[in-house]
């Protein structure tokens, strides 16, 4: 599956943004979905997943914070990030699992939060 993610900018420490990521096909029957994100000089980390079943887990550093909901019907993973922080500064990626196992990633989404 082909997944573009989008949404990303500049925003104000406190701030909010929603990132989406729109699949080339149905996310139906995917099991596990998830949210990455790589800082500069950083390796990347799983932020937030969500199942086929819409079980939902979170990386410590964003409970309370983001949440991550798809929408079957139009393709599209979400990621919602309130209350932002310096340090959630990175470029964004959406996968699957299989496409993370084997990495194959995509472009990203670059959210930049100035404190």
């Known amino acids: 599956v082909q997944l573009q993610a989008s949404g990303g900018g500049l925003v104000q420490a406190g701030g909010s943004l929603t990132l989406t990521c729109q699949a080339d096909?149905?996310?139906?029957?995917?099991?596990?979905m998830a949210w990455y994100r790589r800082a500069a000089g950083a390796g990347r980390e799983l932020v937030a997943s969500?199942?086929?079943?819409?079980?939902?887990n979170y990386a410590d550093s964003v409970v309370g914070r983001f949440t991550i909901f798809k929408d079957n019907a139009k393709k599209i993973l979400y990621l919602r990030m309130n209350s932002l922080k310096a340090e959630d500064t990175a470029v964004y990626y959406c996968?699957?699992?299989?496409?993370?196992?084997?990495?194959?990633w995509g472009l990203g989404t670059l959210v930049t939060v100035s404190s």
């Open positions: 996968n699957d699992a299989y496409q993370a196992s084997v990495e194959y």
């Open positions: 096909r149905s996310i139906d029957n995917i099991n596990f």
């Open positions: 969500i199942t086929q079943s819409g079980g939902t």
